[in-house]
Nanobody, 125 residues
């Protein structure tokens, strides 16, 4: 059974930082896309960042997070991270990690197969 476990969410003030983690179980990140999505209250889910695989870590970032968020991975731990800096109130959302599926060359279009349970990030002003 494939499981993705996201953690690291919390409440921070504007300008603060958080680091999200996503561990994969029953599924290896070596050769598949892995990414982060988020869904704010009343809004549609949006792609935040992704990499093509741990062995091909070309990153994609949405315009809204470019320059502030960094995606990275640890193949030995089958874990992907999202370092989030300079956080803003508009970053408040439930963040989901996702894996597998299909990913365009640029990374902008990503349709994962597997989803984690989500972790809540709240940024206070």
């Amino acid at each position: 059974e494939v499981q993705l476990q996201a953690s690291g969410g919390g409440l921070v003030k504007t300008g603060g930082s958080l680091r999200l983690s996503c561990g994969g179980f029953g599924f290896t990140f070596d050769d598949y896309g892995i990414g982060w999505f988020r869904q704010a209250p009343g809004k549609e889910r949006e792609g935040v960042s992704c990499i093509h695989s741990i062995s091909d870590p070309r990153p994609y970032y949405s315009d809204s997070v470019k320059g502030r968020f960094t995606i990275s991975s640890d193949g030995a731990k089958n874990t992907v991270f999202l370092q989030m800096n300079s956080l803003k109130p508009e970053d408040t959302a439930v963040y989901y990690c996702a894996a597998g599926g299909s990913l365009s060359y640029s990374g902008k279009n990503y349709y994962p197969t597997y989803w984690g349970q989500g972790t809540l990030v709240t940024i206070s002003s």
